[in-house]
């Protein structure tokens, strides 16, 4: 009897693409052995590293820069420094991450949200003029995705009607205005330095200040209000916090900040292929709404394109599982903050900001950080093109 044939081997599966995330950080080598050299010489709370840190940022921005725990301490003691509390009003967007109107709301003053502009997704300066009364004492924009809001048009409102800036710029380090840096000029800057934005220093933030007045004081206000004298002096004047960033988080800023212009180069390159792809035949029909295509200034801190809703015949979250099954990761950036329970309790209600609120249902944050390929571009606009037809209304 002849030996058995041996059986063809099954052709082996091709491997799937590996999962591509919406965002990941890029720290080199050079960073992580700059870490280890920190945690070994003991000091790893606020020391050295936090000076230098400070230090380069300063260079940077011309003006006085101190470094916190994260991107929303700062703002609120930016509104402290400037007086804002009790009974008094300050105007922002409700397009933007939860803690832009909960730093309003520590320092006892009440948020005053007004509608976005549809194009750009960020606070409409028009409807925020007509919005100041004589409670108003700040502003605060939020550079979304890292494009600047106007800063001709918001300084000039500012200074006619007498109102303090807290510039939300947490995503917008690296923009600039007309080529200044953002940050260079202006009043209260704030950044974030949290592990998805363009540079890092894991979790943290600075605040840039006018002058070194403010910096003591926002020095004061980021440790329990302590200020030192000699040897042994103590004084505590005003009650401050623990938003102190450690010598940890500095080395990791100090090693990312030389990469800034790598990364924002590699940014804008993999946010122009996305207006390329999305400009072919295949996808102008999606009804895909995209962002300003800015590629002086802006970041691109993220891409984000707003689902058409009226179009569809699921929600966001439906778009978004399926883009995971393909192996491509999302986000959300962000619902509108006045449709959440705590402010609903304070009297806001679906119908306030239309805009807004089409844009939080159906925003839609893409993949984009240094590490991406370019090839990595047409395969998510492939997906999420996918997607979008199978789901389309008949």
Known sequence: MPAAMPTPAAAAPKPAEPFLPFTRPTIDEATIAGVAEVLRSGWITS??????FEARLSERFGRPVRAFNSGTC???????????????????????????????LEVGARPVFVDIDPATREIDLDRAEAAVTGRTRAIIPVDLAGLPVDRDRLNALAKARGLRVVEDAAQSFGSTWKGRP????????????????????????????????????????RLQGVVRSGHD?????????????????????????????EFTAKRREIARAYFEELAKAAYRALGLGLPVADFADCNWHMFQVVLPEERLAVRRSVVMEELRQAGIGSGVHYPAIHLFALYRRMGWKDGDFPNAEYAGRNI????????????DVPRVVRALARILETHRKA
């Open 182 to 221: 953002i940050g260079s000029f202006g009043d209260f800057v704030s950044f974030s330095f949290h592990s998805n934005k363009n540079i890092t220093t894991s979790e943290g933030g600075c605040l840039v200040l006018n002058d070194e007045r403010e910096a003591a004081l926002a020095e004061q206000y």
């Open 47 to 52: 020391g050295p590293q936090v000076k230098a």
């Open 233 to 261: 002096g103590m004084e505590v004047e005003v009650a401050g916090g623990k938003f102190n960033l450690t010598d940890i988080a500095a080395r990791i800023g100090l090693g990312q900040l030389p990469h800034l212009a």
């Open 364 to 375: 839609l944050t893409l993949p984009l950080f240094p590490l991406m390929e370019r090839s």
């Open 74 to 104: 700062t703002m609120e003691i930016a509104l402290r420094i400037a007086g804002v509390g009790p009974g008094d009003e300050v105007i922002t967007t409700p397009l933007t991450w939860v803690a832009t109107s909960n730093v309003i």
